[in-house]
């Protein structure tokens, strides 16, 4: 019987026009763009400025762009999975409301959380509904608004997020290439560094919540870095090994852009040289599970087909994780 794997068939994306570059950030917070190019390597992130809109806004956006690129009309979408960690609101998900928005209506949706890692995380779920056979079109999107949960107030973690969104088609194939292999892991205990206090049933919104500045993110860089420099290294070491591929047969990483050291010691330990690895950190800050969608999206024209690309990230939870994909297709 003849397999049947998920390629990434297109690539689209979406990002707001304000521009918070480091000089601004300096006039909010006691910072500097030498502290922060030196420290986490970015330069600016996109700000969603425009009133009583959320993740959704950039999501329907990115999955527009999306449909446009790849032909596709709305009707034909059979799944779309939505990875954020900020939801429009608690409920209905947001992957519902983009759905809405861009004329959705054949499909089921739902979001997915899984931190920094929910894109890996998503995709890796909507490879198995193509496998199946019985999905033929599913949209896989990262959506974020960063900005809603960042304390500008904060030097620690303010310059680090930006808000974006990106998204991919996934079509079944049975040429030797789409989503060839993963590794997923996650690890509960790692929520103590990485998390937002308040604003879940454990510690609903109230008055004490709001004023003790509790519904923000909360990160003790210190673990975390750690965390993620061993863990995406290993896991993506750990994948090649496990497929007999080298670093010459690597031709692209796509790190999660979440700072210049993590991503740098990942491409070092995979022996990849610096021309292999998709670097827009500077440009977009950590858009969360938008970074890998728009790292392919920014990178689309120089993909080839069979080309061999590692997906790697780390996120809240703790969650991490690796997928090797073959691209399936030259941009015309």
């Known amino acids: 019987m003849t397999k049947i794997r998920a390629a990434i068939t297109g690539v689209g994306a979406y990002l707001p026009e304000y521009i918070l570059n480091n000089e601004e950030l300096s006039r909010m917070v006691d910072t500097n763009d030498e502290w922060i190019m030196t420290r986490i390597g970015i330069k600016e992130r996109r700000i969603i400025k425009e009133p009583g809109e959320g993740s959704s806004f950039v999501g329907a956006g ?49 979001d997915l959380n899984a931190g920094c890692s929910g894109f890996l995380y998503a995709l890796a779920t909507a490879s198995k509904f193509v496998e199946t056979g019985n999905y033929k079109k599913v949209i896989v999107v990262g959506a974020e608004k960063m900005s809603s949960i960042v304390d500008y107030t904060d030097r620690a973690t303010c310059p680090i997020f930006g808000d974006g969104s990106g998204a991919v088609m996934l079509e079944p194939t049975v040429e030797e290439d789409g989503i060839m292999d993963m ?121 080839k087909k069979g080309d061999n690309i590692i997906l790697a990230t780390f996120g809240a939870g703790f969650t991490w994780g690796a997928i090797w994909l073959k691209w399936s297709y030259n941009k015309n």
């Open 183 to 303: 590794i997923l892991r996650s690890d509960g205990a790692g929520r103590i560094h990485l998390h937002q206090k308040a604003g879940g049933s454990a510690r609903p919104a109230s008055h004490e919540t709001v004023d003790a500045r509790e519904h923000f993110i909360y990160q003790e860089g210190q673990p975390v870095f750690k965390a993620a420099v061993s863990n995406m290294a290993d896991v993506s070491v750990e994948l090649m090994e496990r497929n007999n591929l080298t670093s010459d047969d690597i031709a692209w990483l796509a790190p999660h852009q979440a700072n210049m050291r993590i991503i740098d010691a990942t491409g070092k330990r995979m022996g990849l040289p610096k021309e292999k690895v998709m670097i827009n950190i500077e440009k977009y800050g950590n858009t969360t599970a938008a970074t890998l969608p728009l790292l392919l999206w920014e990178w689309e024209p120089q993909l």
């Open 62 to 110: 990115a999955v527009l762009d999306l449909l446009k690129k790849t032909n596709t009309k709305p009707e034909e979408i059979d799944l779309l999975i939505c990875a954020t960690v900020t939801p429009d609101m608690q409920f209905p998900a947001t992957a519902n409301i983009i759905c809405d928005k861009v004329g959705i209506r054949n499909a089921f949706s739902y």
